[in-house]
T-cell receptor
Framework: DVKVTQSSRYLVKRTGEKVFLECVQD?????MFWYRQDPGLGLRLIYF???????EKGDIPEGYSVSREKKERFSLILESASTNQTSMYLC???????????FGPGTRLTVL | GQQVMQIPQYQHVQEGEDFTTYCNSS?????IQWYKQRPGGHPVFLIQ?????EVKKQKRLTFQFGEAKKNSSLHITATQTTDVGTYFC??????????????FGAGTRLAVTH
């Protein structure tokens, strides 16, 4: 079974802090994704990476950056956390050109 | 840009009643996927439909892909409390480089009363 893990289930940070969210997958998937999920808005894509060191902006990249130094790991960085970044963050991976996305358990981030 | 719209946003049914959620895309889709997210959980892939007019069944769940490949539906027969959750549809947006990303609908949250 594909396993996608995220570094924290719950995280509380203060405004202005730099925040790192880590995602690791164990199935050698080339493609990885970061979403945020907010009530009534569904899943919105922040960034994705189709291979190591490659990244593409999604629909809402402002205030975020990413890093993909190794195939299994995709990091989401909030350079200076703000209260409007309080959300559920979901990481996903899949095979290239493929279909099914495998999601991690999510990190619920609260920015005070 | 490409949009995927889902209705209703929320539905509350009595156990044993049927439930349907509808998904509409602003553009023709090469395929459509459905995911289920249980309360407190993460989205889990249910199925993918590829062909125009395709119908697939998974026990009490019936998935349809429209003839024009712009809409889809998920129908649950005789709902059970285990069906509770949010159902998302998603369609691919294909980039010129050949890779694609999924555009998700906002989801339909299903509540089932025993």
């Amino acid at each position: 079974d594909v396993k996608v893990t995220q570094s924290s289930r719950y995280l509380v940070k203060r405004t202005g802090e730099k925040v790192f969210l880590e995602c690791v997958q164990d199935m050698d998937h080339e493609n990885m994704f970061w979403y945020r999920q907010d009530p009534g808005l569904g899943l919105r894509l922040i960034y994705f990476s189709y291979d190591v060191k490659m990244k593409e902006k999604g629909d809402i990249p402002e205030g975020y950056s990413v890093s993909r130094e190794k195939k299994e790991r995709f990091s989401l960085i909030l350079e200076s956390a703000s209260t409007n970044q309080t959300s559920m963050y979901l990481c996903a991976s899949r095979l290239p050109g493929g279909n099914e996305q495998f999601f991690g358990p999510g990190t619920r981030l609260t920015v005070l | 840009g490409q949009q995927v719209m889902q209705i209703p946003q929320y539905q509350h049914v009595q156990e044993g009643e049927d439930f349907t959620t509808y998904c509409n895309s602003s553009t023709t889709l090469s395929n459509i996927q459905w995911y289920k997210q249980r309360p407190g959980g993460h989205p889990v892939f249910l199925i993918q439909l590829v062909k125009s007019g395709e119908v697939k069944k998974q026990k009490r769940l019936t998935f349809q892909f429209g003839e024009a490949k712009k809409n889809s539906s998920l129908h649950i027969t005789a709902t059970q409390t285990t069906d509770v959750g949010t159902y998302f549809c998603a369609g691919p947006l294909i980039y010129s480089g050949g890779y694609n990303k999924l555009i998700f609908g906002a989801g339909t949250r299903l509540a089932v009363t025993h």
